[in-house]
C-alpha cells in the first residue's frame, strides 16, 4: 500500500524564507503565493479566478475559486463553473444563476505529485531568490574589507568562505607574492569584483588591489575611520612597497604621525598583513612640485622642473641622492610616479659648486620659515637654486614681495661670500 504523502508542510517553508537574508517579507510572500499559482494554474488550466491567500504569521494558506453559477446540466468547464444545485450545496443556499460562489480549494487533497510539485517549484524559486540576494549585497560592497576562512587551495585560485558560508575567490594574480595559505586560515581581502552570469554569483576578492590598503589604514587609524585624516592617493607594488598620501582636516593632528603611530605601533600590523611589504606614508599637497619632492623621500632633490599640461617632472638631484630617488630596481621612482600622477625623470646636478651648496632649511634662524616653504614649493630646495633663479620668478611664482625677496638674497649670497 503506498504511504500517504503528507500536507505540504507551510510553517517549514516559511521558515525557510524568514532564515534568508535581505528578503523582505513582501517579497517573501510574493514569491511563495507565485509557485502556488504556477501549479494550480496547471492543474486547472488558470488560475485567473483562483485567489491565493499567504499566511505567514501562521504558517499557511488558503486558496478560493472563484466559479460562475450555471443551470443544472450546463456545466462546461467544472473549474470555472459550478450548477447551480452543487453551490447551494456547498453552503450558499441563496446564490442564483449568473452570479459568483467561491469555493476553498485544500491543496493537500490533490495527492502526491501536485505537492511534490509545489517543493520543486518553492525550491527553485527560493534558489533564485538566494542567488540574487547574494549578488546584491555583495554588489553593493565592492571595495569594502571583508575576512574570509580558506576552505579550498588550487593552483591560481583560493576558495574563502564567509560567515554565511558565501564563497570568495581569491585568484593567484589577486594575491599579494609570499602568500601562502592553510585550509582553516582566516584571511583578509577587499571584494573586487562582483557578476552575476547566468544567475550565478560570482564574488572575486583581492589583496593586492589599492583598496585593500586603503582598507587597513581605516581600521587602524581612527583619525581616518572617523573622517579626520583624508587619503589621498595610493601606490602600490604588491608585496615589495607602497607609498600613501595623506591629508588631516584638522591643523591640530599630524596626518602622517598619525597614521605611524607612536614606534610605528600602528603601521606595522599593515606591514605584517602586506608581507612585509615596505610603507612609506607622505603628506599630501596640492602643489605638484612639493608632493613629488615628498614622494620621491628619502631623496633629497635640489630642483624640479614642472611641466603641469605634459604631467612630466624634471627632478635634479646631488649625485649620491640620485640612487635614493630611483630606488632599488627602480620602484622608488616608479611608485612617486604612481602616487603624483607625474612621469618623472631624474638628473644629476652637475654644478661645479654643488658640493657647497646649502639646504635653506639652515638658514631657519635668519629667513621665516613659511619664505622657506614658498621657496621649496617652487622647487628652490637649496640657497643655490634660489640664488641662480632669476629674482622676478621668484616674486610671481612664490608669491613674496620684492623686498622679502631682496632680504633672502643678500642673505644667502653673504654666507656663500663669507666662505
Known amino acids: ?16 524564507f524568514k532564515e534568508l537574508k535581505n528578503i523582505d517579507k513582501t517579497t517573501m510572500i510574493s514569491v511563495l503565493e507565485e509557485s502556488f499559482r504556477n501549479v494550480l494554474a496547471k492543474m486547472f488550466g488558470t488560475d485567473e479566478n483562483l485567489d491565493v491567500i499567504m499566511n505567514p504569521d501562521k504558517g499557511d494558506v ?26 447551494r450545496a456547498d453552503g450558499d443556499p441563496d446564490v442564483e444563476i449568473g452570479e459568483e460562489h467561491t469555493k476553498e480549494i485544500f491543496f493537500e487533497k490533490f495527492g502526491r505529485r501536485a505537492i511534490l510539485n509545489l517543493r520543486q517549484t518553492l525550491q527553485s524559486k527560493i534558489l533564485d531568490l538566494q542567488k540574487e540576494a547574494v549578488y546584491t549585497k555583495f554588489k553593493e560592497l565592492e571595495g569594502e574589507l571583508v575576512t574570509g576562512e580558506v576552505y579550498q587551495t588550487w593552483s591560481k585560485e583560493t576558495l574563502l568562505l564567509d560567515d554565511e558560508k558565501n564563497e570568495l575567490l581569491l585568484p593567484k594574480s589577486e594575491s599579494i607574492p609570499g602568500d601562502y595559505f592553510r585550509k582553516g586560515e582566516m584571511v583578509r581581502a577587499v571584494i573586487a569584483n562582483v557578476d552575476n552570469k547566468n544567475n550565478n554569483p560570482k564574488i572575486t576578492v583581492s589583496r593586492t588591489n589599492e583598496a585593500f590598503l586603503r582598507r587597513l589604514f581605516e581600521l587602524e587609524v581612527p583619525e581616518i575611520h572617523d573622517g579626520l585624516i583624508n587619503i589621498r592617493a595610493v601606490a602600490r607594488i604588491p608585496g615589495e612597497r607602497a607609498k600613501i598620501a595623506v591629508e588631516s582636516y584638522d591643523d591640530r593632528i599630524d596626518p602622517v604621525g598619525a597614521c605611524v603611530g607612536v614606534k610605528g605601533s600602528r603601521i606595522h600590523g599593515i606591514v605584517r598583513e602586506l608581507r612585509n611589504e615596505n610603507i612609506d606614508v607622505v603628506s599630501y599637497t596640492s602643489n605638484p612640485s612639493l608632493f613629488i619632492q615628498r614622494a620621491l623621500s628619502p631623496a633629497k632633490i635640489s630642483s624640479i622642473h614642472l611641466d603641469e599640461e605634459e604631467k612630466k617632472a624634471e627632478v635634479f638631484l646631488h649625485p649620491e641622492e640620485v640612487s635614493l630617488a630611483i630606488g632599488k630596481g627602480g620602484m622608488n621612482i616608479k611608485l612617486a610616479s604612481m602616487l603624483t600622477g607625474y612621469v618623472i625623470d631624474v638628473y644629476r646636478d652637475t654644478q661645479d659648486s654643488y658640493d657647497e651648496d646649502i639646504y635653506l632649511d639652515e638658514f631657519k634662524d635668519e629667513i621665516d620659515g613659511w619664505v622657506i616653504e614658498a621657496l621649496k614649493n617652487i622647487g628652490c630646495v637649496t640657497a643655490k637654486n634660489v640664488i641662480n633663479t632669476p629674482r622676478q620668478t621668484l616674486i610671481d611664482k612664490a608669491d613674496l614681495e620684492e623686498d622679502t625677496v631682496d632680504q633672502v638674497l643678500e642673505i644667502l649670497k653673504a654666507e656663500f661670500d663669507q666662505e
Not at 500500500?1 to 525557510?16: D, G
Request: glycine letters at 2%.
Open 1 to 16: 500500500m503506498a504511504k500517504k504523502e503528507e500536507a505540504p508542510n507551510m510553517v517549514e517553508r516559511f521558515a525557510e
Open 62 to 87: 488558503q486558496i478560493f475559486q472563484n466559479l460562475e453559477v450555471v443551470p443544472d446540466g450546463e456545466v462546461k468547464d467544472p473549474n470555472l463553473e459550478i450548477s447551480l444545485s452543487d453551490a
